[in-house]
């Protein structure tokens, strides 16, 4: 599975319209994403101190658009080259940092759960 951040407005706007699309696709060319591994410091660097955020939960067979993994920071991180299809969400987190501003996987991705949550 395959994790995107964004806002709950960003969030309700793509439902509304049917397909995912953010400002890094316009700007740089794709949407970041990140491995279970890789959510939580993406979201503490990028994101601290922030509520109401969505964790998206994607599952990388169901995409239509291309899926590359890239070096940045020493790692691979995957990158979405279109538009995120909502068919390919198959869990939707509503997300927030802690009362000390960082963030923690939900709790059903700590114990491996595979529940669909929204």
Same mark, same amino acid.
């Given at each position: 599975?395959?994790?995107?951040?964004?806002?709950?407005?960003?969030?309700?706007?793509?439902?509304?319209?049917?397909?995912? %699309?953010?400002?890094?696709?316009?700007?740089?060319?794709? $949407?970041?994403?990140?491995? /279970?591994?890789?959510?939580? &410091?993406?979201? #503490?660097?990028?994101?601290?101190?922030?509520?109401?955020?969505?964790?998206?939960?994607?599952?990388?067979?169901?995409?239509?658009?291309?899926?590359?993994?890239?070096?940045?920071?020493?790692?691979?991180?995957? %990158?979405?080259?279109?538009?995120?299809?909502?068919?390919? $969400?198959?869990?939707?987190? /509503?997300?927030?940092?802690? &009362?000390?501003? #960082?963030?923690?996987?939900?709790?059903?991705?700590?114990?491996?759960?595979?529940?669909?949550?929204?």
């Amino acid at each position: 599975m395959l994790f995107h951040i964004t806002s709950r407005s960003q969030w309700q706007q793509a439902q509304q319209v049917g397909i995912y %699309h953010c400002e890094s696709l316009d700007t740089e060319g794709f $949407i970041h994403c990140s491995t /279970q591994d890789q959510v939580v &410091s993406t979201a #503490n660097r990028f994101f601290q101190g922030q509520a109401g955020l969505v964790l998206l939960g994607i599952d990388p067979e169901r995409l239509q658009a291309e899926i590359r993994y890239e070096p940045a920071e020493d790692q691979l991180f995957p %990158h979405l080259y279109g538009p995120l299809n909502l068919d390919a $969400i198959t869990q939707i987190w /509503q997300w927030s940092a802690t &009362s000390d501003g #960082n963030f923690q996987l939900p709790t059903d991705l700590q114990k491996g759960s595979s529940a669909v949550g929204g």
